[in-house]
């Protein structure tokens, strides 16, 4: 956590200091700056707001867009929206999974990947389809899931 | 305030606007079964137990969060009502660990109770369950979610009631489950110990850290003698695991019990209490007097509320009385005093306790609690457990002789220290001794009625050699968080402060008989409880803790006088700050 971050962190907590329902907002916040939430930065929105730590943590687990571990240099996204599930996702996500030793919501223990499961991302024609740091790629099988990784592999 | 008038099952009923149709049911002679709901505690609607059918409304509605309107008739037992709650329960089952033949909780489950009054089938529902593991790291607390229906009781009295935080609600959907941040084990979070969560558990998930075999395997070794003290409101709650209405005294039979199991000594806790009262009290008139003192002066009775100091408000540890709790002091003469007296080695010397609470069993782990070279106590028993021993070694409790005697030579206590077990008792006990050995004259008067009663925050005023004296007594430690807030606010006026970690005191400790929402909901426990002491203060005459002969004993041959070095060394220790996470 750098001296930098958390400024612009303690700025957030004082800007919401008024705002009724105001954990959510800064859970949101702190994640936009460091990424995902870790203990330190869950106890702080905590204490500032008066609420116990383990309800910061339970609306964190709840909802999925939160993060608890700090996210991998890449980011593969694979869609499990019904288009690209039915037309076969979840092996790709599986073989994604085995491949990278590493559960669908979790970092590889290098630290490299960040394997996610999402949802409709609105681009059914391609199905199935997965995003790697944002780029698209459409129409995928589980066999193109060994050029994906060589791919970032190599970069 | 405007009442509605309804009829419940047909029966008029008057109630004031904004009651909910489950109060209103109730005063109309009817109860509804709640699984989630608890009086003042808990108003999630989660469990969909208490629904009922309301005429001209197409669904059912939920008793514990529906408020009353006027002409509303409301039908609490209808074939519709009862076949919803039966599928409801048979849910619940489908992914509950199924261990009633040997589950700690039988017979006093209210999802069991609930399972057998609806004919449930146990298997109705066959699918995927939930497999914990048990969190059993804690020296005094174990949470099997296993056996959790994610009522959220528990969530509301650690969260809301006592301020504590340490559980909630994580996850979503079938994967959801009461835990602590961060997967961490309890042990490893600010949890006080207070085992309020145990006593609002509806079923088998939440249950104190057995210390029976611990107990078993001392009373089986022939090198050792064990003795047993009772704390004040033991006596006032142990009749209710044996059929006794709550608020029955069992004091008698409580001793008689324990010298069945075979203790060799039964002795009263009270008088470790009362040595307590000489102690704090001299280091409250110690700190009056003194104009650098660090004031106000707060209790150190209750353990639960020690390790929320320690982790909550460390900087106001100066302000704690340096004294051990009564636990720690009675194990501490047993060791010295006693053992040098019967001529024994402390070594050999066990004992044992039996506590309203679960933080004693973590208590007697804490450092400087060894005033013999050895810890002051071996092992702590809660009410509950006491009972389940008295069940398993075939006594007939009804039979016991009620006039049973503690033994002697230094048994019994004064009342003051038995009305320790109520919130205001420590407080009261301690003005009676103060206000005599600051004034030297004997007070008239000796009921201190201001500091009774179950109110979370009680204060009153008292004069001492013509200066007012502000005292507080709080109860829940939401409410002593608010006193804390005070004083670290620099806004408290008080010179004396009383604390109990559960609300009401002792006698809704955490290791008390557990007693279910539906007679929660119409009887006020912790006072009916505590009314078991104050009556027996009323009726006794030895109420004052100076005037026990046991204690002008204890400091005539061994200590001297109260706060004397020898005092210090036996009866008094420190604390720790504690880092939350």
């Not at chain 2, 220790?573 to 880092?579: N, P």
Request: net charge neutral.
């Amino acid at each position: 956590m750098t001296d930098e971050k958390d400024m612009q962190f303690a700025a957030v907590l004082e800007s919401l200091k008024d705002v009724p329902g105001p954990v959510m907002m800064a859970m949101q916040k702190a994640q936009d700056i460091y990424g995902y939430l870790p203990l330190e930065v869950q106890l702080k929105i905590a204490d500032y707001f008066g609420v116990p730590l383990s309800t910061v943590y339970g609306i964190a687990t709840f909802y999925s867009q939160f993060r608890l571990e700090q996210p991998g240099q890449i980011k593969i996204a694979v869609c499990l929206g019904t288009a690209c599930y039915v037309k076969g996702s979840g092996g790709v996500i599986d073989k994604f999974s085995r491949l990278l030793s590493v559960e669908p919501g979790h970092t590889t223990s290098d630290g490299r990947f960040t394997l996610e499961a999402t949802r409709c991302i609105g681009c059914c024609g391609l199905a199935p389809v997965l995003t790697v740091n944002g780029e698209v790629y459409g129409k995928v099988t589980e066999d193109s899931v060994d050029e994906i990784l060589a791919k970032y592999n190599e970069a | 305030m405007k009442n509605v008038n309804l009829k419940v099952n047909g029966v008029p009923v008057t109630v004031p606007e904004g009651t909910r149709i489950l109060d209103a049911a109730i005063k109309a002679g009817f109860n509804i079964p709640t699984l989630c709901y608890m009086k003042d505690l808990c108003n999630e609607s989660s469990c969909r137990v208490c629904v009922v059918e309301i005429k001209n409304n197409r669904k059912l509605m939920t008793a514990c969060s529906t408020v009353v309107a006027e002409g509303m008739e409301v039908l609490t037992n209808t074939p519709k009502v009862r076949a919803s709650r039966k599928i409801t329960l048979e849910l619940m089952l489908s992914n509950h660990h199924k261990e009633c033949l040997s589950c700690v909780r039988s017979g006093k489950c209210e999802l069991q109770t609930l399972a057998t009054e609806y004919g449930c089938d146990y298997a109705k529902y066959s699918g995927e369950m939930n497999d914990y593991n048990v969190d059993d790291a804690t020296p005094y607390l174990v949470r099997d979610n296993n056996k959790c229906i994610l009522c959220r009781r528990c969530v509301a009295v650690c969260n809301k009631v006592q301020t504590v935080g340490v559980i909630d609600a994580g996850n979503r959907g079938f994967a959801t489950k009461i835990a602590s941040p961060f997967g961490k084990s309890l042990n490893d979070v600010p949890c006080v110990a207070c085992g309020q969560c145990i006593n609002v558990c509806p079923t088998g998930a939440l249950r104190e850290k057995d210390s029976i075999s611990e107990v078993e395997k001392l009373l089986a070794d022939p090198s050792k003698t064990v003795i047993v003290g009772t704390a004040p409101s033991v006596r006032a709650a142990l009749g209710e695991e044996f059929g006794y209405p709550i608020g029955t005294d069992t004091e008698g039979k409580m001793v008689a019990a324990l010298k069945a199991i075979g203790f060799d000594k039964v002795f009263d806790v009270d008088m470790a209490a009362d040595m307590t009262i000489m102690e704090e009290g001299t280091e409250f008139l110690g700190r009056l007097n003194n104009p650098n003192a660090v004031m106000p002066m707060i209790t150190s009775c209750s353990a639960g509320w020690i390790r929320f100091i320690e982790y909550n408000y460390p900087e106001l540890l100066p302000n704690l009385s340096s004294c051990k709790s009564p636990q720690q002091m009675f194990g501490a003469i047993m060791k010295t005093y006693y053992a040098e007296k019967m001529g024994l080695d402390p070594k050999n010397v066990a004992v044992v306790t039996i506590m309203p609470c679960i933080a004693k069993k973590f208590e007697l782990t804490r450092d400087d609690q060894s005033a013999a070279g050895v810890p002051d106590i071996d092992a702590s028993l809660t009410t509950r457990e006491l009972a389940r021993m008295i069940k398993n070694y075939g006594i007939n409790f009804a039979k016991l002789d009620p006039k049973t005697e503690f033994d002697n030579p230094i048994g019994k206590g004064s009342t003051a220290g038995l009305i320790f077990g109520a919130t205001g008792g420590v407080m009261e006990a301690a003005l009676r001794t103060v206000a005599e050995v600051a004034t030297g004259k004997t007070l008239d008067n000796i009921d201190f009625k201001a500091v009774r009663g179950t109110k979370g925050i009680k204060e009153a005023t008292v004069t001492l050699n013509g200066k007012q004296i502000n005292i507080a007594v709080a109860s829940g430690l939401g409410n002593a968080r608010k006193l804390m807030d005070e004083i670290k606010a620099g806004k408290s006026k008080y010179h004396f402060i009383e604390i109990m970690a559960c609300p009401g005191g002792c006698v809704n400790g955490g290791g008390q008989p557990i007693v279910d929402s539906q007679t929660r909901n119409i009887v006020d426990v912790a006072k009916t409880r505590a009314g078991v002491l104050y009556k027996k203060d009323k009726k006794d005459v030895l109420r004052k803790s100076h005037e026990n002969p046991i204690v002008k004993t204890l400091y005539k041959e061994y200590f001297g006088e109260p706060n004397s070095h020898k005092a210090h060394e036996v009866l008094h220790t420190t604390y720790v700050k504690r880092d939350r996470y």
